[in-house]
């Protein structure tokens, strides 16, 4: 029987989870060069050292912390595997993991931290990518070289592929919400967008028979 102690303990956030949680607040807060390893650990109310024996560097961190958005924001497991579904489904769902991935208020926050201290912190913008946009693009060419296998479609560069179909769907609205220029588009209006970009996908990719 579960003791009421191991219930709470259960319940507890671990000692990764604060540091990543307190990391993530800071760097919205402050930005990634004036946060120090010693803010952190004070915010998560754990020592310095605890910091380093789950984290190298600053850099490990936030790359640990857009694994972590990227899981809960998009809803999506990179390692789970794709539905045997028709393509048109298949890219519409991925599409929609990726558009409520990146037009997040807090990922487009994280967006702009690296685009403001990537020229100081070069490293930033590396693990930035690694953690986020290369793990999508992946799974995405996945997918689309199956189906170049298949002949299901014609993708004989599945990477440029996946830039593409990405730079579709990503481009009406990520910029523009970047730079505070406008507002979330609504479900309605990205399922709109997306249909297109989906259509003109899977039509460009036909294979000539």
Not at 112 to 120: C, D, G
Not at 172 to 188: C, K, M, S, V
């Amino acid at each position: 029987m579960t003791t009421t102690a191991e219930k709470l303990k259960a319940a507890s956030p671990s000692k990764r989870e604060l540091i990543v949680a307190a990391a993530r607040k800071l760097f919205l807060e402050t930005g990634f060069g004036s946060t120090s390893m010693d803010a952190i650990a004070s915010e998560a109310g754990v020592s310095k050292r605890t910091v380093y024996s789950h984290f190298q560097n600053k850099e490990q961190l936030f790359a640990a912390i857009m694994g972590d958005m990227c899981r809960i924001i998009s809803g999506s497991n990179p390692d789970e595997p794709i539905p045997d579904e028709k393509p048109e489904l298949v890219l519409k769902v991925i599409g929609l993991h990726i558009l409520h991935s990146v037009l997040q208020h807090e990922a487009l926050d994280v967006f702009r931290v690296v685009l403001a201290e990537n020229a100081t912190f070069p490293e930033l913008g590396k693990a930035f990518w690694k953690a986020g946009p290369e793990v999508m693009k992946d799974y995405l060419a996945g997918y689309l070289s199956e189906l170049d296998q298949r002949g299901v479609l014609s993708v004989p560069d599945p990477d440029m592929a996946a830039f593409q179909f990405m730079g579709m769907i990503k481009w009406p609205y990520h910029i523009r919400l970047l730079f505070g220029a406008g507002d979330l588009p609504t479900e309605a209006e990205l399922e709109a967008a997306l249909d297109q970009a989906v259509s003109v996908f899977v039509n460009g990719t036909k294979p000539n028979r």
